[in-house]
């Protein structure tokens, strides 16, 4: 590489050291996140005040419940295509500002069939939110915490996942389940205009679209002081044009699929669906089940919640030892998962002393499975088809979102229906143990950092 002329981003952005600018893009993902995971779990929460006041079956309960999952399964494709082709930033902000609207429309509804029209909306922005942000963060991250940055990023996600469940608890006493989703929508768009004022785009998509050099050097800039604006005239990604220049959505899924990929894959694939099933099936249900277990409403919710925020922390400590070790280590969760959820499904810790603290255990074993899969599902791929990976992932595990609370409906007859969902829980984490200890094996021919092989001779 001649220095004077040509800078190749793709080694120069990972090999620079964390400094503020890296942090403010963290803190803004993260936040995206956050209000991603308020919006999608808002209906949770409010799902038992929905069902006292419309009267809706429990067959419609599911079909509302899937709505948004629907529509997060055809927006993750979108979402992860346009930022392609359009770039992070306008994605992130336009399905952001989407969802606010929407999720504060909800509130207005006056039907179960309004209900469903407009979650399933909603959802597109939802889905169509995490692969950009995925692919905005470890294209800008450097290269030693790009893994964590995905793993901190969705951490926000788990954290406003649980915090619906506080505005529900404050919200609808007075407001009515309508305040939860006005609430959670209002905080949104007013974070939505925060984007739009200080979100950056990824320069390294904007290399690879040959955007003009000025415009690049601008987004450089800031990630480094001492840059020298005015010494490169170039700029390249030389270990991502080796791997391929097609904009073919078609091609890139292909991609997904070459040489070792075409069973990683599959496995990344299966281990996502059924863990998808299992916490999609309880954020859907858990407050109903633990109503029907004897938790009063408000008291379901705080578990609910304060499961979700402590499965997040053991996914960020999970990942450590995934990170060093392999991913084998993910199927610790769900193996530790499988006879805690066993105990509330044959019904021998319900009404006992360790009751509560089982149902909390299960929830965190759940949400830490969940976490860490979700760290692996990108980082074997080319960062050129990463986007890709990370979208075509998100798809495949919506189909166990929009099935699990169809499925799910009929396990909301009482003390027994609710047993067994935890019972078929058990049966998803084993599923989920399965493919990751064949992912471990299979993976071992592959380098999370193989689209950088040159960065660590530098």
């Known amino acids: 590489m001649n220095r004077s002329d ?31 995971g308020q919006d999608f779990s ?22 509302v419940s899937s709505a948004a999952f629907l529509g997060q399964m055809i927006g993750s494709l979108l979402g992860s295509y346009m930022s392609d082709i359009v770039g992070r930033r306008p994605v992130i902000v336009v399905c952001t500002i989407g969802s606010a609207i929407l999720t504060f429309g909800v509130g207005f509804a006056s039907s179960p069939e309004q209900l469903v029209a407009l979650r399933f909306i909603s959802g597109l922005g939802i889905g169509g939110l995490l692969a950009p942000v995925w692919a905005l963060s470890i294209e800008s991250m450097p290269r030693r915490i790009r893994a964590t940055s995905v793993t901190i990023i969705m951490m926000g996600f788990s954290v406003g996942t649980a915090s619906a469940g506080p505005i ?18 209002i905080m949104t768009g007013l974070f939505a205009l925060i984007l739009f004022l200080m979100l950056p785009e990824s320069t390294r998509w904007a290399v690879a679209t040959d955007k003009p050099p000025g415009k690049i050097v601008a987004m450089l800039a800031p990630f480094n002081p001492a840059f020298v604006v005015d010494r490169y005239a170039k700029f390249a990604l030389l270990g991502e044009t080796e791997v391929s220049g097609s904009t073919n959505p078609l091609h890139k899924l292909r991609e997904l699929f070459a040489g070792p990929l075409k069973l990683v894959t599959p496995l990344i694939w299966g281990a996502y669906f059924c863990s998808s099933f299992a916490i999609y099936l309880m954020s859907a249900y858990a407050v109903i089940f633990m109503e029907h277990l ?88 080319p960062s050129i088809v990463r986007a890709t990976g990370g979208g075509w992932a998100s798809f495949v595990a919506k189909f ?59």
């Open 42 to 63: 808002a209906l949770a929460y409010a799902l038992p005040y929905i069902r006292d006041d419309m009267r809706i079956s429990d067959e419609m309960t599911g079909y």
């Open 294 to 381: 004897g938790i009063a409403r408000q008291s379901a919710a705080w578990l609910a919640s304060s499961g979700a925020i402590m499965g997040a922390l053991g996914g960020i400590a999970l990942l450590a030892a995934t990170e060093r070790r392999g991913p084998g280590w993910i199927a610790v969760a769900p193996v530790m998962g499988v006879p805690l959820v066993l105990l509330i499904g044959t019904g021998v810790a319900i009404a006992t002393p360790y009751f509560v603290p089982v149902l909390l255990l299960v929830a965190v074993t759940i949400g830490t499975g969940h976490a860490a899969v979700i760290s692996v599902t990108s980082i074997y791929y």
């Open 6 to 36: 040509t800078l190749d981003v793709a080694h120069y952005l990972p090999g620079l050291r964390f400094g503020r600018y890296h942090l403010r893009i963290l803190i803004l993902c993260s936040l995206v996140t956050f209000f991603d």
């Open 168 to 185: 529900a608890n404050w919200v609808a006493p007075t407001l009515g389940w309508e305040g939860i989703f006005w609430v959670c929508g």
């Open 400 to 458: 166990a979102a929009v099935a699990a609370p169809i499925f799910g409906f009929r396990f909301l007859a009482g003390r027994n229906g609710a047993m067994a969902g935890y019972a078929f829980t058990a049966v998803c984490l084993l599923g989920l143990a399965a493919c990751v200890l064949a992912l471990a094996y299979f993976a071992r021919a592959l380098r999370a950092d193989r689209d950088e092989p040159a960065a660590r001779a530098q």
